[in-house]
């Protein structure tokens, strides 16, 4: 009683390769034919002699050897097993054959639940990234020096080409630099440009530049208006929003570098700062309500002490949406160039309500004597 | 078809002589010079699936070049891009080969390919990366190094370890797992080896005489920290 003819690869120790041969399981040994064309002599091996176990690396084939191991039969067909359980009945080796037999069809189920496994790791490890990630921007922000943060934003003047002199410049840096004297032990050195852009806008970048477009110094009807949008861009400056809006965007890795690798040398700044760049339009950085409110507050507290008066602020906004809603800003202009700072800024009912609030807690703050 | 390895050793050129109507596919970018009449297509070996996966997750290229011989017999070179040695596998009777991304060079005759995700333990540790490929069929293949290759057989009912960072590929009869090269972790690190893939034989592992990251990180030792 013999099985079917089998094929495998037989492998030598003393052979640099492994041939092809059939194999045939009788009732007590395996009988291994080489091909007819072959000088290989015909092998047998008794079941007493022989051992079995799963071989290759996704165990997919079966490994039958002598114990002495000097030669190896490797079969890719997974019904060797139960040939060998059902041939070699009531020996060690049928017992184990019996048992990888199994084995082995519980590997392709196994192989897929690892993969599930896998695939539903990767999903959580990507969601629980993507919850934390306010937490790993505000980490990685925190490792950020000031004076690094300087060296970005000078960076970033570098290569805009904002104007530092002529007359718009002369004026937002006299206000600017009014607001700045009042600032209490501020972190960074602050610079003022003036950019030929008509769009209605004021923006700051991290570090402490602070840049007015030309359309807003149009659509200003006084020093009281731009000090108000100036301060409030300050306040973004020192609440660090400007860095934590670039930080943002420049992806998971550039974040993990800054929280682990340290954020000192001169060649992670260039880096940085081309991040920051690259990653970003620094005209359009939007901040959350909340850090909103708080350059507002801050803002008008500013406003205030450098001698501006605070409600040119919300005027000034309110001047700007009714000219949008009219199609119109200042100077003839079309209605959508107010667009620039209205959609960063949103003036809601709120913002007004909790401007006006701080303006009259200031107030009666300073009317109260003795208090500063 | 019939090829032959010129200048074996760091400069090593494949050098595959095509009949009319034979085809054979290699790396992207690794033609030095053909005949003229043969024409050469870029395509997604295996199918897109394949390809994406090869190229998304293995880092190989997405493209393999297929050159035919179309008009008449001709000749092609193809060479990897490292200096380092190129060696061909045949392969025949269901046996296959997995094959570290980036070191095959060609694959010629009835040989058919796809990409095979090792377990994160081998993928994370072996230095072949999480994916790797898997070549079958009938004929010859080219797989190129960094350095020399060298053959080595594991006979029946013994093991050979092989240094992470030097496996280039491995008869799929064989099977490794991840072990400390020391006798402990200590040694392991202080021996400078760190971990190694130990295979079980019967088959076969081809390894890289250098190792490309090694080698990157002896080279950076050299480069100037700042510019300047």
Redesign the interface.
């Known amino acids: 009683m013999a099985s079917a003819l089998f094929d495998a690869r037989l492998y030598r120790k003393d052979a640099a390769e492994p041939v092809s041969v059939k194999v045939q399981i009788e009732s007590h040994r395996l009988r291994v034919l080489p091909q007819p064309d072959s000088l290989e002599p015909d092998l047998e091996l008794d079941y007493g002699r022989a051992q079995v176990e799963l071989a290759g690396q996704d165990k997919n084939r079966i490994k039958v050897q002598p114990l002495d191991a000097s030669y190896a039969l490797i079969f890719q067909e997974r019904e060797v097993l139960a040939s060998l359980a059902l041939y070699a009945k009531g020996t060690a080796l049928a017992k184990q054959a019996d048992l990888l037999y199994q084995k082995a069809g519980l590997h392709k189920r196994g192989e897929k639940i690892y993969w599930t496994k896998v695939a539903l790791a990767v999903v959580l490890i990507s969601l629980i990234g993507y919850l934390s990630f306010g937490a790993i921007v505000d980490a990685a922000v925190e490792r950020v020096d000031p004076s690094m943060e300087g060296k970005i934003g000078e960076f970033i003047a570098n290569v805009n080409k904002w104007q530092d002199s002529g007359a718009d410049a002369e004026r937002v840096k006299r206000v600017g630099d009014k607001l700045v004297k009042c600032l209490d032990k501020p972190a960074y050195k602050f610079r003022f440009f003036a950019d030929q852009d008509e769009r209605v806008n004021a923006f700051a970048c991290p570090g402490g530049i602070i840049v007015v477009n030309h359309g807003l110094l149009k659509a200003v009807d006084s020093d009281d208006e731009l000090a108000g949008v100036m301060a409030h861009e300050l306040g973004h400056v020192v609440h660090r929003d400007s860095l934590r809006a670039a930080v943002h965007n420049m992806g998971m890795a550039s974040l993990l570098a800054i929280v682990f690798g340290g954020a000192a040398s001169d060649e992670r700044v260039l880096a940085l700062a081309n991040m920051v760049k690259l990653g970003e339009k620094l005209e359009s950085l939007s901040f959350s309500r909340k850090q909103e409110t708080l350059a507002d507050l801050s803002g008008v507290a500013l406003t205030m002490k450098a001698g501006y008066k605070p409600e040119a602020f919300i005027t000034f906004f309110q001047k700007l949406e009714k000219d949008e809603k009219n199609g119109a800003v200042p100077g003839g202009e079309s209605g959508k160039l107010a667009m620039s700072l209205l959609s960063t800024h949103p003036m809601t009912s709120d913002r007004i309500a909790a401007i006006r609030s701080e303006i009259e807690r200031l107030q009666k703050e300073a009317a109260r004597p003795g208090l500063h | 078809m019939d090829y032959e390895l010129l200048h074996e050793g760091s400069n090593a050129v494949l050098k595959v002589n095509l009949q009319r109507g034979e085809q054979i596919k290699a790396e992207a970018g690794a033609m030095v010079a053909k005949t003229g009449h043969l024409v050469i297509e870029g395509k997604l070996w295996g199918g897109m699936v394949s390809a994406l996966k090869r190229s998304v997750l293995g880092g190989e290229t997405l493209f393999f070049q297929e050159v035919t011989a179309q008009e008449g017999p001709g000749e092609v070179l193809l060479a990897p891009s490292p200096p380092g040695d190129v060696k061909v596998i045949h392969i025949?009777?269901?046996?296959d080969y997995?094959v570290k991304n980036g070191c095959l060079l060609a694959a010629m005759d009835q040989i058919e390919m796809d990409t095979?995700?090792?377990?994160?333990s081998?993928g994370a540790f072996s230095g072949a990366g999480l994916f790797v490929l898997h070549l079958k069929g009938n004929g010859g293949f080219a797989v190129s190094a960094f350095g020399a290759i060298m053959e080595i057989?594991v006979?029946?009912?013994?093991e050979y370890m092989v240094d992470n960072g030097h496996l280039v590929a491995?008869s799929?009869?064989?099977?490794?797992r991840i072990v400390k090269a020391g006798k402990n972790w200590m040694s392991s690190i202080t021996s400078g080896e760190g971990l190694g893939c130990m295979f079980?034989?019967?088959?076969r592992v081809y390894v890289q005489t250098r190792n490309p990251e090694a080698f990157g990180a002896w080279v950076r030792r050299f480069v100037p920290a700042?510019g300047g």
């Open positions: 025949s009777g269901g046996q997995y095979k995700a090792q377990r994160l081998a057989n006979p029946p009912g013994e491995w799929g009869d064989t099977s490794y079980t034989g019967p088959g700042t």
